[in-house]
Each structure stands twice: as C-alpha cells, then as structure tokens.
C-alpha cells in the first residue's frame, strides 16, 4: 500500500450572501469561495487500526474529528477497498476561524484515499459523498475558485482568480458557525452583495471589479455576537486597507489587495498591532492540482 501526503489549503469568501432561511434549518446561500496559499498538511498510511495523530492541542484526536469521519466514510462505502489508516494532521490554517480549516482537512483524506487505494471518483462523485459529513466540504474537494449555492454543497467551478494578495488576522477567539446563522435574520438583509458582479470581475480577470464585489452578509451577525470582530475589522480598514472582509462565519478577517508590494507594506504597519497576523495570496488551479502526491510505503 502507497502513503498519501496531501495539502489542504484554507479558504475565504470573496462574497457570502444569505437568501433565505429553509424549512430544514439551514440557509439558503451563495458563495463565491476562493482557495488561499495558506495549508495543513496530511499524511495518510495504512495501520492496524483507524487512528489519528496531530501537532495542535485544540484538535479532538478522535472518531469525531471531521478527517476521521472522512476516513470511517470512505470505509463504509467502499467496504474492502480502503484499509485501516494513520492520520497524521499538521495543522496551519487557524482552528475555528471561517477558513474552512476542519473541512480542508476532511476533504483532503478524501482526496487522498481515492488516489492510494484507486478508487477513481471523479471530483462530483466525492463532492456529492462530502456534502454528508459538512456544507464547505464539496469546495473543498474541488476549488480553488467556485460559486457555492444551495447550503454551499452546491459547487460550481469558476475561472481562476487573478492573483490577490491577502493579510488575514484571526482573533485569539473561536466563534459558532451555527450561533452566527441562529443569530442571523435572513428577511431583514437589507443591503445584499452582488453575486453576479464578482463572478464578472473573475470572468474578466479584473482585480478591480472583484475587490469592489466583496460583501459578507454574516458579519453584522457575528459583529452581534462578538463585538471584538467588528473592532478588529474597523481597526484593519483605518490601517490603510480599503478590502477588508470577515471570512464566512468568522471571526477570521482579511484585508485584500490587487498588488503584492501594497499588501507587504500593510502589513509591515499592521504587525505590530496583530503580531498574528498572516501574508498569503489566492491559490490557482495548477497549483491546485499538485496537492496529493503518492509514494511508496516502507515497512
Ligand atoms: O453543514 P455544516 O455542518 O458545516 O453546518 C454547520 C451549521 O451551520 C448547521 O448546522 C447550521 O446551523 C448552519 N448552517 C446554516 N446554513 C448553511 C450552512 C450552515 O444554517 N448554509
């Protein structure tokens, strides 16, 4: 049997708009998601038993984690096909930030067990499987760019994103993503982005008219919740960003920038006020497409 070592990139949202909330509890969105070069790397090998191993302390280290329910699965669908496996989980992508970092990871067993045990799912056939265990999931599996409706299970792939240059500050806090839509109130939604109008720029590849499109219709929600994110975002934008965006349902936010040199002297000043914070960019579809590398097992 071969190992699987993949990279499982974090995500934001450039647009996060509600619709309506449905009769099965959930909301009704749609998202313009964009993969960013921020990642967790994991490492994938048969064992005696399913089990999982991981450099971050904040990480449940059970069958409960989402990588392990990728892992019990794939096992229940493809009885006989997948063995046993070790995960091994190296965490970056901050935990409980918006960036869909416990639905990378989850999505990146996935991807990693089709290819080492060859089962050959196509990329709607794991997106399909995905959206059982978590609504971020099917981007996640797919990306880097897409628009995301329905719950967000809904993937649609998108042109590539001209490259953005993002610095992203996560607060020393977590927050609920079901409190954030519990708190929302879908019908009140005065002021909803505009969907169509990014989905122009990326077509385009016009930095402008994307950075211009961004809106999240859940950061007054979350502003509600926990009000330290509305100060972060406002502190970020009076440091001389003029994109700053809360991604998904928080409390991560980000400023974006059409040019390299911009974002590293914003955040050569926002440093000292968030030493947390991060410099990153937009992934693309080729680099996309090295994330899962095989390689022989030694016994
Ligand atoms: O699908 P996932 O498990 O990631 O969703 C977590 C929770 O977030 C849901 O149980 C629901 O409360 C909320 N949610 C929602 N509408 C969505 C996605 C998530 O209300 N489209």
């Known amino acids: 049997m071969r190992q699987a ?6 995500k934001i949202n450039l647009v996060l708009d509600v619709l309506r909330k449905r009769e099965d509890g959930y909301h009704e969105v749609a998202m313009v998601m964009q993969a960013v070069d921020l990642s967790d790397t994991i490492r994938l090998k048969e064992a005696d038993r399913n089990w999982i191993t991981t450099n971050n302390r904040h990480i449940p280290m059970n069958m409960n984690n989402l990588a ?3 892992v019990t699965l794939m096992q229940r669908e493809f009885p006989g096909k997948v063995p046993k ?58 990306g880097p760019t897409a628009l995301a409706t329905g719950r967000g299970e809904i993937i649609e792939p998108l042109p590539d994103c001209p490259e953005l240059h993002l610095v992203i500050v996560k607060p020393p806090f977590g927050i609920s993503t079901p409190k954030v839509y519990g708190n929302l109130r ?31 219709v859940l950061e007054e929600s979350t502003f509600e919740l926990q009000p330290k994110v509305k100060t972060i975002k406002n502190g970020m934008s009076a440091c001389g960003a003029k994109h700053v965006l809360m991604s998904g349902s928080g409390p991560t936010v980000f400023a974006a920038f059409a040019e390299k ?23 693309n579809k080729e680099q996309l ?9 030694r016994t």
Do not use: W
């Not at 070592?5 to 974090?10: D, F, N, Q, S």
């Open 261 to 283: 040199a911009e974002a590293e002297v914003y955040y050569n000043q926002l440093k000292p006020q968030y030493p947390g914070a991060i410099l990153t960019r937009t992934v």
């Open 85 to 142: 496996i070790e995960v091994s989980l190296e965490k970056h992508i901050p935990v409980s930030a918006g960036m869909a970092g416990g639905s990378t990871d989850c999505a990146g067993v996935m991807l990693g067990i089709n290819k080492m045990c060859n089962l050959d799912l196509t990329r709607k056939e794991l997106e399909l499987l995905a959206a059982q265990l978590g609504s971020d999931i099917p981007f996640c599996i797919g």
């Open 186 to 216: 879908a019908d009140e939604i005065v002021e909803h982005p505009d969907v169509q109008a990014c989905i122009r720029g990326l077509e385009a590849k016009d930095k402008q008219r994307i950075l211009d499109a961004m809106g999240n």
């Open 5 to 10: 070592k993949i990279t499982a990139y974090a």
């Open 289 to 297: 497409e090295e994330r899962v590398d095989l390689y022989d097992q």
């Open 68 to 70: 392990m329910r990728a």
